[in-house]
């Protein structure tokens, strides 16, 4: 199976049924015009959680139909981001979203050692593009949370990842861990953990996908640029997911593809007990709904 557009995915979540969602900090407008498209479309129950007050100024100043969604009134954002986990973890939801917050609070909320959502050794983020430039969905980790992980760490974020291709439906992603160049260089740390990671896959310790690396960004994701430089695997050309080798490069290559690329994402973060919804501030109502989507269909 291949994911070759996003709606793809809103199909895979409008068949798993709807979902109770857990909104931390509600109170801005495109999380709101998400929130109400997605209960159109019967994927969410949703509660809001933040200000009851401007949740409803909003909704009723940019006519954004809310009605049927539970509002709990809580206007401190810390206090948001904990009582939204606390509802996870009681049972009373199946999805955690982001909303006027930052990542830093809520992920501190998910890592709360009495009541959060940890579910395993790290929290990553992984983003889905559909990009005109490209012939499938690409995904990218870590784009938000990682700021330099270390080579144990990025076992985990490209396990993290596998798993949620798999609750896809995609069996044997095809995994590129891009580096500047695609030759191991002593003095270029990225590339000398592309070429482990690329080993561990091949002997079986890192098992459910495909990787190759040292990769460029024009080798993983051209087939014509990959064969100029002699270079030929299953995943050359025809990645599914590209691993960063930093917060810093996987940050700027998500805005660079959603602000100047003419893509679209859907994102989430992998690693806790439930899917969790974590775009940007600054991206738009589609973003976030097709978010809430994935999260759906991960659910």
Do not use: W
Not at 39 to 50: E, T
Not at 195 to 217: E, K, S, V, Y
Not at 252 to 261: A, C, I, P, T, V
């Amino acid at each position: 199976m291949e994911l070759k557009s996003l709606e793809q995915i809103v199909d895979l979540a409008s068949r798993k049924g709807s979902k109770k969602l857990l909104v931390a900090v509600a109170q801005e407008e495109d999380v709101l015009k998400a929130v109400s498209l997605a209960m159109q479309k019967g994927l969410i129950s949703p509660v809001l959680i933040g200000d009851r007050d401007e949740i409803s100024r909003i909704s009723v100043e940019k006519g954004i139909n809310i009605s049927g969604a539970e509002i709990v009134h809580e206007p401190d954002r810390n206090a948001a981001c904990l009582t939204a986990v606390k509802y996870i973890r009681s049972g009373q939801g199946d999805i955690l979203m982001k909303g006027m917050v930052s990542t830093v609070q809520l992920v501190k909320a998910i890592l709360d050692k009495e009541n959060g959502l940890l579910r395993s050794g790290l929290l990553s983020h992984l983003a889905f593009f559909e990009s005109p430039y490209y012939h499938k969905i690409l995904g990218i980790t870590d784009a938000a949370l990682n700021i330099a992980p270390d080579f144990g760490e990025k076992v985990s974020i490209i396990q993290n990842a596998v798993s949620v291709y798999h609750r896809l439906g995609i069996a044997k992603p095809l995994v590129a861990v891009l580096a500047p160049v695609e030759t191991v260089n002593p003095k270029i740390e990225s590339t000398i953990h592309a070429a482990m990671l690329t080993q561990m896959q091949r002997r079986n310790q890192l098992c459910g996908c495909i990787i190759d690396g040292p990769l460029a960004l024009d080798n993983a994701v051209s087939a014509k640029a990959a064969g100029h430089k002699g270079l030929a695997s299953e995943v050359t050309g025809n990645a599914d997911l590209l691993v960063t080798p930093d917060l810093n490069s996987g940050n700027m290559l998500y805005k660079s593809l959603n602000f100047l690329g003419g893509a679209i994402c859907a994102a989430i973060v992998a690693g806790a007990t439930v899917p969790v919804v974590l775009t940007s501030r600054a991206d738009e109502d589609r973003s976030k709904f097709l978010s809430i989507a994935l999260a759906v269909a991960m659910a």
